[in-house]
């Protein structure tokens, strides 16, 4: 079974489902495995040109949410965030205005559940007065309708991210109804839509991370991401601790051999440079509040800067990091 999927990635084709769990499957090994990643990474080169993509994501606020999603330090139930806060305006520009000479490709300004639609669109609009017209703003934001989806793109967001997360409605406080409706808005408003698999742990199973893989497929998504769920203390799943990064890898080739070129980039986060081998072209640097930590990252969270994503793209062969338009 195994002969045929590594044929049928190497023909070209998308996987479907069956297929894609095989690439998560422990029978899969060595040298099968290599080709899988070989043809993700070359998809993946292909349909970006070999151009790698570096994204800003900035936390503007830290308030208590009262979805209380299992896996987010800001969740009101849990009390695992040192102290609540919410960037001003000000402060989010100068952010920026810090970041612009390194040419990062774009900027995502992320909040939490029930943050004002009026003051993320005045954010949005401030922002996009400081960036030359090929750097786009995209936003991450709590459930939209369309009335809503238009306002932050009259605002000057090109597009959103907006995720329908593993075991959604279950370690989540949110539907997996409220999302479907939301990136409905999203696509109805002309917005570019960016999703991923996440919070992937170590519990899920091989035929729920593929569920979730092919559950956003149908709306048409620019960019895609694997992320891993990172423990934060006091969470309800921290005991569950962090997937490996093998398994990570495996995720993020199923996922590019089940999109096509419409789903330019798929991003790897937390970043790690065997990802950049593996079917992933994109990373993010994060600023602000940090739902996978329990405290502000007044610089890049944990260390990583542009310098070091732009170093990490260049030393897996990607090429051109110049500033170029590209989806949120």
């Not at 070209?12 to 990474?41: F, M, N, P, W």
């Not at 986060?269 to 990802?275: G, K, L, Q």
Request: charged content about 25%; hydrophobic content about 35%; proline content about 5%.
């Amino acid at each position: 079974m195994f002969q045929k999927l590594i044929e049928r990635c190497e023909s070209g084709e998308l996987l479907t489902q069956e297929e894609a769990i095989l690439v998560l499957h422990k029978g899969l090994q060595s040298g099968e495995l290599a080709r899988v990643y070989a043809e993700a990474d070359r998809r993946a080169r292909a349909y970006c040109n070999n151009r790698g993509r570096i994204g800003v994501s900035i936390g503007i606020d830290a308030a208590p949410c009262t979805r209380s999603c299992k896996f987010c330090s800001h969740g009101a139930a849990w009390g695992a965030y040192a102290e609540p806060f919410e960037y001003t305006v000000e402060e989010v520009l100068d952010i920026v205005r810090s970041v612009i000479p390194l040419k990062p490709n774009g900027f995502t300004l992320r909040t939490t559940q029930d943050y004002s639609i009026e003051k993320l669109c005045n954010m949005v609009r401030e922002v996009k007065k400081l960036l030359p017209p090929e750097i786009n703003v995209g936003v991450n934001t709590g459930e939209l309708n369309l009335d809503e989806a238009l306002k932050i793109k009259k605002a000057g967001a090109s597009g959103a991210y907006h995720a329908i997360r593993l075991r959604e409605g279950c370690d989540t406080g949110i539907s997996i109804e409220d999302r479907i409706k939301t990136l409905v808005a999203l696509e109805k408003a002309g917005l570019a839509k960016s999703a991923a698999v996440e919070p992937l742990g170590p519990e899920h199973t091989d035929e729920e991370i593929v569920e979730a893989a092919f559950r956003t497929k149908p709306y048409h998504l620019q960019g895609g991401c694997v992320m891993a769920r990172v423990p934060v203390p006091k969470t309800p799943l921290y005991e569950l601790g962090q997937v490996s990064k093998e398994r990570h890898m495996r995720v993020l080739a199923m996922t590019r051999l089940i999109y096509g070129p419409e789903t330019k980039r798929v991003a790897c986060h937390p970043p790690f440079s065997e990802a950049l081998k593996a079917g992933a072209s994109a990373v993010t640097v994060e600023y602000g509040a940090i739902p996978r930590d329990q405290g502000t990252a007044d610089t890049h969270w944990r260390g990583f800067s542009i310098h070091d994503a732009r170093k990490l793209l260049t030393d897996q062969g990607f090429d051109n990091l110049e500033v170029f338009d590209n989806p949120v």
